[in-house]
């Protein structure tokens, strides 16, 4: 029986919530059970909806774009007066290193509320003249409205970041909003709300309910026929339930799904930089990450020394305790998520791999033996159409292979059911102009692995999503586009 643990609530209507039922929160760093956390019934997820809905026409409703625009730079100040604990309620939930939490992630997440309400002020939606066949002109003018409730589903690797990725342009663009982050990763979603309600936040706006997700209050909220639109990021197939319930309405939705994406490194490449960037776009966050790379292509020419290196770098990497600065690899994220990539790994050995370093789970101290914690593994020798070099692992892993041409390898590349990111190291700028326009991925970074622009689209071919996110394309999905034409004359 649970005793003395934080007990994580939800947060609707302005207020915090418990429930009847709830479930064990783990430390993923050492396997302890650390919290409880509510599991929302279907009537706590319709009272969400219906705070949600009723703030619709609260004082909300009269506010202009402008001044939700400067809400959002206020909230964002009031959450820098609170980075200390959103750092340790992050690390609590995913067991990220510090350095990274504290440095980059979450002044990201922060940074989303100022970027979106620069996009905001610099939207302008210009009237224009119609001039009639028989005579005279129509003023036209494109407003935008906001579409009502969004249902957001957010994931467990970037918790923060993510989720204020979706808030802050449906915020400002006038939505209400009920949010169920995934059940790995629950604390900053609440503090988020209750900050921005402390911010000034209308009641009801922001809301935030807990559980799993198929028949449970992911299924809820998204099949709710008051949610207005739809927007989830995580795993390919979740994605496709989430729109099989979206056709009910039909409402929109905005799926950013999985990746098996892939790095090109030339014999021109700056091969310090690349093998550098090479390492942290497969291990960052414990391989945790949409973006990071399982498929790395090398040129002939440098492959034998490029995989040495990289085998250097990835042994220097330090797992540890995620609280100390020195930290730079946390544990997967679950015991489940840590056996389904260890399966991975068993299974491309089978397959013929010849591992270059990792491929088990990671011996930690008697302090984190209990974590998720995977040892980070490099293969080479299999083919395009082994397992790991087509399913994405969503772990701490990545398969070197060898290519002589660039139109090889960029068949290579796109043979893939995913889309999402690749990326190309070279000296050669028209070789990476034309290998970046043949690559079939929402996002192809160019020395350089990444850099996020909250201007940008950001999204995925394929199977990796449906939709952009980022600038207006974010405002245009958070908002009805109305056109108002008038004759002047």
């Known amino acids: 029986m649970m005793q003395n643990f934080d007990v994580i609530s939800c947060f609707i209507g302005g207020n915090s919530e418990q429930g009847g039922n709830y479930f064990e929160k783990r430390y993923p760093a050492t396997g302890e ?15 969400a909806v219906d705070a949600a809905r009723k703030a619709l026409s609260g004082p909300w409703k009269n506010t202009t774009m402008i001044e939700r625009a400067a809400f959002l730079e206020r909230l964002a100040d009031e959450l820098e007066e609170h980075i200390d604990e959103l750092v340790a309620e992050e690390i609590k939930d995913t067991g990220k290193p510090i350095t990274a939490t504290r440095n980059v992630e979450i002044p990201r997440a922060i940074a989303n509320f100022r970027a979106f309400a620069a996009i905001a002020r610099e939207d302008h939606l210009k009237p224009f003249q119609t001039s009639m066949l028989a005579g005279g002109v129509a003023d036209n003018m494109v407003l935008r409205q906001p579409i009502g409730v969004i249902g957001i589903v957010a994931p467990w690797n970037l918790p923060l970041l993510l989720l204020t990725w979706k808030v802050a342009p449906a ?10 982050p995934s059940e790995h990763s629950p604390r900053t979603a609440v503090l988020l709300a209750k900050i921005a309600h402390q911010a000034g936040l209308p009641d009801g706006v922001l809301n935030v309910v807990h559980g799993h997700g198929a028949d449970a209050a992911g299924s809820f909220l998204v099949s709710h026929p008051d949610v207005g639109a739809i927007t989830f990021t995580g795993e390919t197939r979740t994605g496709e339930a989430i729109m099989k319930a979206a056709a009910m309405g039909p409402r929109p939705v905005s799926l950013e799904l999985g990746g098996k994406n892939a790095a090109v490194i030339f014999d021109d490449a700056d091969f310090d930089a690349a093998a550098a960037g090479t390492v942290r776009s497969m291990f960052d966050n414990c391989g945790q990450v949409c973006l990071t790379t399982e498929r790395i292509f090398v040129h002939r020419k440098i492959f034998a020394p490029f995989v040495e290196r990289l085998a250097d770098l990835t042994k220097k990497l330090q797992p540890g305790d995620p609280r100390l600065a020195a930290t730079t690899l946390g544990p997967a994220i679950s015991d489940i998520q840590r056996d389904k990539v260890l399966g991975f790994y068993r299974r491309a050995e089978q397959e013929g791999a010849q591992v270059v370093t990792g491929g088990g789970a990671l011996q930690m101290p008697a302090s984190l033996a209990d974590g998720y914690w995977l040892a980070p593994t490099i293969w080479t020798g299999l083919p395009d159409d082994a397992e790991v070099c087509q399913r994405e692992v969503f772990g701490p892993c990545g398969h070197i292979s060898v290519f002589d041409d660039d139109d090889e390898v960029v068949t290579r590349v796109n043979n893939s059911s995913y889309g999402l990111a690749s990326t190309v190291w070279t000296k050669n700028m028209k070789r990476a102009r034309k290998v970046a326009m043949e ?6 970074w160019v020395n350089c692995w990444r850099v996020r622009d909250e201007r940008a689209a950001f999204g995925g071919f394929k199977r990796s999503g449906i939709g952009r996110e980022g600038g207006t394309w974010s405002l245009d999905f958070y908002s009805e586009l109305k056109t108002v034409c008038a004759y002047t004359s």
């Not at 599991?39 to 997820?45: G, H, I, L, R």
């Open 171 to 180: 915020l400002v663009c006038g939505n209400t909003i009920v949010v169920k």
């Open 439 to 444: 690559i079939e991925a929402g996002t192809v």
């Open 33 to 47: 059970v650390v919290a409880k956390v509510v599991e929302s019934d279907q009537a706590q997820v319709d009272r």
